[in-house]
């Protein structure tokens, strides 16, 4: 064990309301593509494809584009997801706060998950509200050519009745993007006792911002194979290692002081 993982170690043992951030990183162990690498979804495509103007402007090569770069019903759970499902229920963990939208936290079975950026799991009617499953609407696509078009509206414009994925796109706005939303993530941040982030760099606005509101002293610990701009800050650990791997060697740990 190097000297950086045996001190997160030592600060997630005495931690006793350790708020998680996750990002990316934390599902590409999963087989999922990050956005921003080089080997990322944006080599292959502009972000103005992920932006509301886009959705309304070409929904059908929207829908084409999330379908196959942005949901991943096959995909499953990592070592990492794991562990901090054991955390959660060891009673370590009080909240995770993510930028993902894959639903593999949950699908874990952490119970206390901020979805910051919405999920790929439904889609919503921007009229009317009325939800849909992205199951269901795979089998709109193939039956329909407006699959896209609300069928439980009434309004009569048609771009009113749009069905979009419940994520937040550029240009968008999300459930947790009101001031109320935010008032209650930056109040969470500012009673850890300890920042966990993984697998983010922490330069997306407005989720880079959060672990300025933690308190003076609180323990920031980084596993994140880049760089972050908080990486020099004081009371910073950084492990620029794989998520999985590393934060199995830290339950390890935990679990071997808890045998002493």
Known sequence: MNDAIKKAAQI????ENIVVLTGAGISTESGIKDF???????????????????????PKKFYEFAMKNLYHPDALPNDGHKILVKWEKEGRISRIITQNIDALHEKAGSNNV????????????????????AEEMKKRMAVSAEY?????????????????????????????????????????????????????SLKVTPFSLFPQAR??????????????????????????????????????????????
């Open 12 to 15: 997630l043992k005495s931690a």
């Open 36 to 58: 921003r690498s080089r080997s990322g979804i944006y080599t292959e495509s502009p972000e103005y494809i992920l932006s509301l103007d886009y959705f309304f402007e070409h």
């Open 114 to 133: 901020i979805e910051f950026h919405g999920t790929m799991k439904t889609a919503s009617c921007v009229h009317c509200g009325a939800v849909y499953t």
């Open 148 to 200: 896209y078009v609300c069928d439980q509206c009434s309004t009569s414009y048609k771009e009113g009745r749009y069905i979009k994925p419940d994520v937040v796109l550029f240009g968008g706005a999300g459930e947790w993007f009101t001031e109320e939303g935010f008032e209650s993530i930056l109040n969470t941040v500012s009673q850890a006792d300890c920042l966990l982030v993984l697998g983010t």
């Open 215 to 260: 308190k003076p002293g609180v323990p920031l610990v980084i596993v994140n194979i880049g760089d972050t701009p908080y990486d020099n800050e004081l009371n910073t650990y950084v492990i620029q290692e794989p998520i999985g791997q590393t934060l199995h060697v830290i339950d390890q740990h935990l679990n071997d002081e808890n045998r002493d």
